[in-house]
T-cell receptor, first 117, second 113 residues
């Protein structure tokens, strides 16, 4: 199946700093990538939908100035958490949708655990 | 808006036994997709099985099968011959066409030897 990678897998940062998380589709082109946030023992919460070459669409309640998303190519999307605070600590998961397949299946990355001190 | 409900926060099963996880959804659409995803302790989301709403036949993938009742808007997952490796959080999800996935809250499956 299609493979989605995320980097880093874990990151610890100080409050007030910015953190960038990369999401790559390794063996397919993805016109659309999704960013999710997951708190412990909870479901995935969609933060934004990212289309290659255009601005991301954010879900209600998600601060676009805090969570900057860039989808510069068909294989790479980045999520930057700006001026991170402890409440931003969470598990962030990206997903990429395969271009051209009828079912438009989404493949998920392994996630990034962010800890803000 | 579509909603997906998983009414069982946690289920337990013994190895080699069969367990069924429940999922109901609400939609006014007639054509859509339904999914079951598995999230083991590694947190990697893994697609278990997919069902297209226009297909009457229930999807099957090895030990995993679904009972899709379109009129009742029910989509349960049956795991046969349960294995220790099946222990995970299971999420039911709905998607209409090119739209985003709507997830349920998940069911934690515990498997005992």
């Amino acid at each position: 199946g299609a493979v989605v990678s995320q980097h880093p897998s874990r990151v610890i940062c100080k409050s007030g700093t910015s953190v960038k998380i990369e999401c790559r589709s390794l063996d397919f082109q993805a016109t659309t990538m999704f960013w999710y946030r997951q708190f412990p023992k909870q479901s995935l919460m969609l933060m934004a939908t990212s289309n290659e070459g255009s601005k991301a669409t954010y879900e209600q309640g998600v601060e676009k100035d805090k969570f900057l998303i860039n989808h510069a190519s068909l294989t790479l999307s980045t999520l930057t958490v700006t001026s991170a605070h402890p409440e931003d600590s969470s598990f962030y998961i990206c997903s990429a949708r395969v271009l051209g397949q009828g079912s438009n299946e989404q493949f998920f990355g392994p996630g990034t655990r962010l800890t803000v001190l | 808006a579509q909603t997906v409900t998983q009414s069982q926060p946690e289920m337990s099963v013994q190895e080699a036994e069969t367990v069924t996880l429940s999922c109901t959804y609400d939609t006014s659409e007639s054509d859509y997709y339904l999914f079951w995803y598995k999230q083991p302790p590694s947190r990697q989301m893994i697609l278990v099985i997919r069902q297209e709403a226009y297909k009457q036949q229930n999807a099957t993938e090895n030990r995993f099968s679904v009972n899709f009742q379109k009129a009742a808007k029910s989509f349960s997952l049956k795991i046969s011959d349960s294995q220790l490796g099946d222990a995970a959080m299971y999420f039911c999800a709905y998607r209409k066409g090119y739209s985003t996935l709507t997830f349920g809250k998940g069911t934690m499956l515990l498997v005992s030897p």
